[in-house]
């Protein structure tokens, strides 16, 4: 049987950046000490841990250390060794597991799991070189999506073939050994689900959200998504179903994509807080990253229920490649905006930064608060709507 973890306790995580960041404020709330690893001396975490331990993500000894002064470790990236994980079992609790951690890694483990336990995929092969790669097209599309097994986030290690010609450029740009192929698919919308899962075996499942990405990086989010009640209720099911088949301990985030005939198909897990689920902050009576700490540590799980609908739009390091700051001030007028940042010290293009979330009494009118918001800083124009 386990045993709460209370607070006054310590606990680790295995990443710094700002999903580490939110948890450890959350963590500190709730009245525990918080100690996190990263290679970065300067991580966004680290102003609000107690310590850190600067060391590479594939460090045994560091992830050894870092257990030792903890009574229990969670994660907010996957890029964790699994033999880092594995020793750091040794010490102290580590939630979620190494062996899903090992499986979320790896895109063509991934596919084959969910495949071969009865969860719908679209169409994909796992291809290892770059006339596997047109072959898979030739028989798929040819019009399909790439994505290196290993490694890769927000649009990183992955690229879209048109026609068969392209295979070659399309191959040396992963630069990989191995990738998963995918067709592609007529959406009608991205969703995804996030599920809580404590040791115990309590679970609680947040509404899904409806996601919008640009360039392959998530621009904006609703929740909870204005989608079809049967839609929502499948997509709760088939999360549920993958929590418990995983036996996760802490959170599991399932994003799909619904087609527009109806039919729901899983893209990929993240076994950590999530980008499309930051609006919980605003939205929900327990946010994601007190759900994680909850969790993590064997408590009673909050309260999943919508207090106000919400939307969240990413702040990307573009932002700041200008000659003056963004005018903050001038998104903070809009009535129901709120700023968050992540402490990062240098942006880049491409780079999350922050975002804006927005209440409302509809998510649509969330999401055109937090439009308008954007729209002050100077972001790249207005943002669609759902249908």
């Known amino acids: 049987m386990s045993r709460p973890i209370l607070p006054g306790k310590t606990i680790g995580i295995l990443g710094g950046g700002q999903l580490g960041r939110m948890t450890a404020l959350a963590a500190r709330t709730l009245g525990y000490q918080v100690h996190a690893l990263d290679p970065d001396p300067d991580c966004a975490a680290r102003p609000v841990l107690d310590r850190l331990v600067t060391a590479p993500f594939d460090d045994v000894e560091a992830a050894v250390d870092l257990a030792k002064g903890c ?30 951690l090992g499986m979320v890694q790896d895109r063509g483990v991934q596919k084959g799991w969910l495949a071969g336990n009865g969860f719908p995929v ?59 192929v995918e067709a592609a698919l007529d959406l009608e919308a991205e969703l995804s689900v996030l599920v809580a899962r404590t040791p115990s075996g309590k679970l609680a499942v947040y509404p899904p959200a409806l996601n919008h990405h640009r360039d392959r990086i998530l621009e904006w989010s609703l929740l909870p998504g204005p989608i079809p009640a049967t839609v929502t209720g499948q997509a709760v099911q088939i999360a549920l179903d993958l929590a418990v088949g995983l036996a996760i301990e802490g959170l599991l985030v399932v994003e799909m994509f619904l087609r527009r005939d109806g039919r729901l198909l899983v893209n990929e897990l993240a076994p950590r807080p999530h980008n499309s689920y930051h609006a919980s902050e605003v939205a929900c009576a327990t ?34 490649m200008r000659d003056a700051p963004p005018p903050f001030e001038a998104a903070l007028e809009i009535p129901g905006v709120r700023l ?43 943002l669609p709507l759902p249908a």
């Open 287 to 320: 946010s994601q990253f007190e759900q994680a700490v909850r969790a993590a540590c064997d408590l009673p799980l909050g309260s999943v229920e919508i207090v106000r609908p919400a939307a969240i739009v990413n702040l990307l390091g573009d932002l700041w």
């Open 122 to 180: 679209g169409p994909f092969r796992e291809v290892g070189s770059a006339a596997e790669l047109a072959a898979a097209a030739a028989a798929m599309g040819p019009a399909c999506f790439i994505k290196a097994c290993r490694g890769g986030y927000d649009g990183r290690g992955q690229g879209q073939l048109m026609d068969l010609a392209g295979a070659e450029g399309v191959w040396a740009q992963l630069g990989g050994d191995r990738a998963v």
């Open 71 to 100: 009574d229990v470790v969670t994660l907010e990236i996957e890029t964790i060794a699994v033999a880092a994980i594995e020793a750091a079992a040794r010490v102290a609790p580590v939630r979620p597991s190494a062996q899903i």
């Open 340 to 382: 968050h940042l992540y402490g990062k010290r240098v942006a880049r293009p491409g780079r999350k930064m922050g975002h804006l979330s927005a209440t409302g009494r509809t998510p649509e009118e969330a999401l055109a608060a937090a439009k308008l918001a954007m729209a002050r800083l100077g972001g790249r124009g207005p």
